[in-house]
């Protein structure tokens, strides 16, 4: 049977919502072979029906799960301007003007896979206006935020993995900035949170970062 494929090459050609889809499969690694893990690469990574899938080649099949595979062995770097559906999206310019209620979102979403959109609906929002290097993103919406789901994976990532590296530094930014009465209930909400090779190494080095930078928000 001849399929004609839509292999991603890059991080750029990954949604955040299919791989938020393969994240979901993470609790059943163990409980399915490698067989069943390359049919959902493949179904989920080319945007197939899993009735193609079971008719291709095995060999053909292997060949994709590699090139998914290396994919996901890139360097993430922070992107922090980029164009989707005709939009131009920024990166939050000034982490330090962070309102209360986006830390707050950005703080309760960052480790959760399924919400992960969430928290990049926070980082990232359409232009309003731009200079040379310098830009105004739009107030923040939390009500847009499946609009993030479709967003490339390479600029997800660079995010996470900036914020990351970041690590304890912004949570003292937070609270550097804020007033008094917000540094006071800021406090006690961090109090009371939680800590909390190829794709699948991918993805556990995903979870463990998230896991991290939750703990070094809070």
């Known amino acids: ?16 919502k299919q791989y938020q889809e393969f994240a979901k499969l993470e609790s059943k690694l163990d409980q399915i072979n490698d067989a ?26 292997a060949e994709v799960c590699e090139i998914i595979n290396t994919m996901f062995d890139a360097q993430h770097q922070l992107i922090s301007r980029f164009k989707h559906n005709g939009v131009e999206y920024g990166f939050i310019p000034e982490l330090d003007d962070m309102s209360f209620g986006e830390y707050m979102d950005l703080d309760t979403f960052i480790g959760d896979n399924d919400n992960l959109h969430r928290a990049v609906n926070v980082l990232f929002r359409p232009i309003e206006y731009k200079r040379g290097h310098r830009y105004k993103i739009k107030d923040y919406n939390p009500d847009t935020s499946e609009e993030a789901k479709d967003f490339p994976l390479d600029v997800v990532l660079g995010a996470i993995v900036f914020f990351y590296n970041l690590g304890k530094d912004l949570s003292m930014v937070m609270l550097n900035s ?11 909400h961090l109090l009371s949170q939680q800590s909390g090779d190829g794709l699948t190494h991918s993805l556990e080095s995903l979870k463990e970062i998230l896991q991290d930078l939750k703990i070094s928000l809070n």
């Open 36 to 61: 069943a893990i390359q049919l959902k690469i493949v179904e989920i990574f080319c945007n197939v029906p899993e009735i193609v899938v079971r008719n291709m080649k095995a060999t053909d099949i």
């Open 178 to 188: 804020l007033d008094k009465k917000n540094e006071k209930a800021l406090a006690q």
């Open 1 to 16: 049977m001849k399929v004609n494929l839509r292999i991603p090459t890059t991080l750029n050609d990954v949604t955040l």
